[in-house]
Every structure is written in structure tokens, then in C-alpha cells.
């Protein structure tokens, strides 16, 4: 009888990931935030403060991993929670109130480790409850209106048609580097992939889902892809300054849950006031 021969182990992509785990990951993470939406908008808010805590974990570890920085993890868990939760109901009055709280608590609870670091790791716990749950706590703003589903999808939509587009140009035509000393694999060609596809995709998904002008969209769509793109850049001079190649380990292809949050975390906030201004109710 003769031996069987393993199956060959994953290559990793041109784009240094593991390609059949990252879209089978991708698919599912998108399916249950779609799925969420079109069955009880509010079930999209749960999925964001999930999201948001677990990410809260994973950039609290690597700031202690890479540089021994102590986040004020309850306060911040706690005050995230406050954040994304109180900003369901009463909007951006809430969560700068819940924001305030968490800074407090942040402030207080770093007393019990004594003198030395204060400042640094307080201010590494303000800056986790701002980049994290604060910019997460627009993308549960967004699906509060009546339109909600529809305003919460076409952020998503946006931010991921602006990915694919960037990877998919990154990858056939890339050769003139964005950022070479922060992300050498980001190029300007990948970017114009990225500023065609989200513009598209912003262009069809406001004029069918929200029923907006196509220039409204199209200028929607250009704001997420430059959001997004920089929110990559944010997460990779974070990562390069702390030393560590990801956030964390949760999701094969990804790294940690909070290295797929990158782009979606500055363009919640993007979002949510282009199409407070394009689209008020």
C-alpha cells in the first residue's frame, strides 16, 4: 500500500498572507456582518462592540509586548462598552460623555502601579479608547436611522471594495512604493486600484441603498478609500514602532482581529459624517 503524501502546506501570497485562509476568513466575518444587518440592525451594533473589545485586548497586548506599555485595560474595556452603547441612543452626546468617563477612569486607575510610566501608559490608554472603541462607536452610529442597514452597509461596502481594489493593483501592477520606511508593499498603484474601485462601489451603493446622486456617492467612496489607506498606514507605523509583524494570532490569514480593523476604524468616522453631511435625515 503505498504512503500518502500530505497535502503541501499554504504559501503565503505575493502580499505576505496565507490567501485561501485570509478569503475564507474575510468571507465569513463579511457574511455575519451582512446577515446582521438585513435580519435586526441593532444585532450590527452588538457585532461592532464585540469587535471593538476584542481588538481593545489585542492592541493593549502589543503595546506591552513590543514596549512594555501598561493600557488601563477595564477602564478602557468598560468605557468602550459605554462608548458604542451610549452612542446608540443618544448620539455623539453620549459617547463624548462615556468618552470623558473612560479618560477619568484611566487616569485613576493607573494610581495603583505608582509613579514611574504614569504618563506614558495613561496616555497609551487614552489613545487605545479613542483609536478603538471611540472610532468604532461611529459605525454603530451609523445603522441608529431608519436607513441605518443600508448607511451601515454602504460604509462596509466602501472600505471593501477600496482593499480589494488596492490589493488587486498592489499585486498585478504595483512597483512605486506609498510609504517605503511604513509599508513597502503599499503602492501608488495599488492606491489609484483602491480610489477606482471604492469610488465605484460608493457611486452604486448611495444611489441604489440610499437613493443619493452619483457624484454624492462617488465623493463618498474617494473619502473611504482615503481613509482606509490611511488607517493602513496608521496600524503599520504602529506595528513597525512597537516591532512586531501583528496585533495578534485570532484569525488565520489576518493575524489579530485588530489587523482587519485598520481601515475600518478611521473610516467608521469618515463615513458617518460624510453621510450625516451628503444624506442628513
Keep these: 500500500m503505498s504512503a500518502s503524501v500530505p497535502d503541501p502546506p499554504s504559501r503565503p501570497s505575493r502580499a505576505g498572507r496565507d490567501l485561501r485562509a485570509a478569503i ?128 451601515a452597509l454602504c460604509f462596509m461596502i466602501g472600505v471593501v471594495a477600496s482593499d480589494t481594489g488596492g490589493y488587486a493593483f498592489g499585486v498585478l501592477l504595483g512597483k512605486h512604493p506609498m510609504a517605503p520606511s511604513i509599508s513597502p508593499k503599499k503602492s501608488w498603484e495599488g492606491f489609484g486600484g483602491s480610489m477606482l474601485t471604492g469610488t465605484v462601489a460608493g457611486a452604486l451603493s448611495v444611489t441604489l441603498l440610499l437613493e443619493g446622486q452619483w457624484w454624492q456617492g462617488a465623493l463618498f467612496g474617494a473619502a473611504l478609500v482615503c481613509s482606509a489607506t490611511l488607517g493602513d498606514l496608521m496600524e503599520s507605523v504602529i506595528k513597525r514602532d512597537l516591532g512586531i509583524k501583528d496585533m495578534g494570532n485570532l484569525l488565520p490569514g489576518h493575524g489579530g482581529l485588530m489587523d482587519r480593523m485598520d481601515s475600518l476604524l478611521p473610516s467608521a468616522v469618515v463615513a458617518w459624517m460624510m453621510l450625516f453631511w451628503l444624506l442628513p435625515q
Design 24 to 151: 475564507a476568513v474575510g468571507v465569513v466575518l463579511g457574511a455575519a456582518i451582512i446577515l446582521s444587518l438585513l435580519m435586526l440592525r441593532h444585532l450590527f451594533i452588538g457585532i461592532v462592540a464585540v469587535a471593538a473589545a476584542v481588538s481593545t485586548v489585542e492592541l493593549a497586548g502589543a503595546l506591552r509586548r513590543g514596549a512594555d506599555i501598561r493600557v488601563s485595560l477595564l477602564p478602557v474595556l468598560v468605557g468602550g462598552q459605554l462608548m458604542i452603547w451610549l452612542s446608540w441612543p443618544f448620539g455623539l452626546r453620549g459617547l463624548l460623555v462615556a468618552f470623558t468617563i473612560t479618560t477619568l477612569g484611566c487616569l485613576a486607575w493607573r494610581f495603583r502601579l505608582g509613579v514611574d510610566g504614569y504618563l506614558r501608559d495613561v496616555t497609551a490608554s487614552v489613545f487605545t479608547a479613542a483609536y478603538v472603541p471611540m472610532f468604532a462607536s461611529f459605525a454603530a452610529m451609523l445603522a441608529v436611522p431608519e436607513d441605518g442597514a443600508f448607511r
